[in-house]
């Protein structure tokens, strides 16, 4: 049996750039930061952590799904956020899930963190209140459960797969719901991420990792929104952020019987494991990442006109990622983006997010800016500092890697 083609047919992200999706594209080729002050908790003065991405308010009114008691009850963001990406990035599908069509959509959604903020309440109750947890309490920390009330509230009667990939875990959700697709399993699959990683014990652990942004003595003033500045001279470890971004995936040929709009398909992928180090990325499994996806859609490295980074600010990530990319590209390496600069590191819900502005990029002729670069000697790069760039784009790489060595890229292909 011939592998059936994943397009792309549907998506929606939130990010610390905005809650509508037109409104971040907006945003993001104007080379704006979502960047700022820490206010999700309380800081202590001396906690250690002191800006963030946040996301805005969401005005949650037009969607019945998610009232106020919904809200009492699954009282994780990660709820909230991922239901209403999904709900409106299968809105712009076009897609109907009748009866009919119900068990052949599938939901591959997930998340690095997940509800660990529902865990730290029931704790909390136990140890400063002397109170049980919420009913909700277990169920809300079940990161399955985010794909489960996606297909709940959509009525998709597919497969639910939630695949855990640390900082890649959006982009292996797209990955391993077009394996679904390819294995004629499903026909639609809802898939994504999100993250909501803004609690004090997260937030402090990446500090003590020597992980987040630590600014040099003297330059604790510096404005939030510079401190995310990836594949730079001066690069300080990256911004924790939050966000969710879905991404409806169709065969072709479901697509092309229901009359959906579809210009951009999945033409292939690589994952690899690092087996090296459980922070540090290994550039030869990285290189053959990125080999695997090119192979396996058929292409030529010259035939990849941007590649959009994983790229977090830190500087043996990014050392590690430019390495294997001039290995790859041979001396020919495209436009990179890092949108991590302005939307920071948003844990699993990244490489979805990252993934949707590059597909916006790939319908636009744009390719986004990597905001706050500095040159690196060491590194020759085209980080398109200069802001947005006009560049048409057939075929984009797209690369995240997650802790324990998990990594993933997938090429893109324009056809309409």
């Known amino acids: 049996m011939k592998a059936k083609r994943a397009v ?3 998506y929606d992200a939130i990010s610390p750039l905005g809650s509508d999706l037109d409104g971040q594209w907006r945003q993001a080729v104007a080379g704006k930061s979502g960047i700022g002050p820490l206010t999700r908790f309380p800081l202590k003065d001396d906690f250690p952590v002191r800006i963030a991405g946040q996301m805005p308010d969401i005005d949650h009114e037009p969607y019945p799904f998610l009232t106020a008691r919904h809200q009492a009850a699954w009282h994780s963001p990660v709820f909230r956020y991922g239901m209403l990406s999904a709900a409106r990035a299968l809105g712009r599908s076009g897609i109907e899930i009748t009866p009919a069509i119900a068990p052949r959509v599938a939901v591959t959604y997930s998340s690095a963190v997940g509800g660990i903020d529902a865990v730290l309440t029931a704790d909390r109750r136990l140890q400063g209140e002397n109170r049980l ?3 909700y309490a277990n169920p809300n920390s079940c990161i399955n459960m985010i794909g489960g009330k996606i297909a709940m509230q959509t009525g998709a009667r597919g497969p639910i797969i ?3 990939t640390a900082c890649a875990t959006g982009l292996t959700s797209i990955l391993t719901g077009a394996m ?4 004629n399993r499903a026909d639609v699959v809802i898939c994504g991420a999100v993250d909501c990683a803004l609690v004090e014990p997260i937030v402090a652990g990446f500090h003590t990792m020597n992980g987040v942004f630590n600014p040099r003595q003297g330059e604790e003033e510096q404005p939030p929104e510079k401190a995310s500045r990836p594949f730079s001279l001066d690069r300080r470890g990256f911004v924790i952020s939050e966000g969710a971004g879905s991404i409806i995936l169709a065969s072709r040929e ?3 019987a229901h009359g959906l709009r579809f210009v951009i398909e999945l033409a292939g992928w690589g994952m690899t494991s690092d087996a090296h180090h459980f922070v540090v990325p290994y550039v030869d499994t990285i290189r053959q990442c990125m080999v695997d996806a090119l192979q396996d859609a058929g292409l030529q490295p010259a035939d990849i006109a941007a590649v959009n980074a994983h790229a977090t600010s830190t500087r043996v990530g990014d050392q590690v990622e430019y390495d294997a990319l001039t290995q790859v590209f041979a001396g020919a390496l495209p436009p990179v983006s890092a949108n991590k600069s302005q939307i920071g590191h948003a844990m ?11 597909l916006r990029g790939m319908e636009e002729g744009v390719v986004l800016p990597t905001i706050n670069h500095r040159p690196d000697p060491e590194m020759a790069i085209d980080c398109v500092a200069e802001g947005a760039r006009a560049v048409v784009q057939e ?3 797209k690369n995240a890697f997650g802790f324990g060595g998990c990594n993933a890229s997938a090429v893109f292909r324009r056809i309409g």
């Open 395 to 397: 075929h984009v790489l």
């Open 348 to 358: 699993g819900a990244s490489s979805a997010i990252e993934t949707i502005l590059a």
């Open 180 to 183: 679904l697709l390819a294995l």
């Open 8 to 10: 792309i047919v549907g």
């Open 254 to 256: 479901f697509a092309m």
């Open 162 to 164: 939630a695949t855990i």
């Open 133 to 135: 947890p919420h009913p």
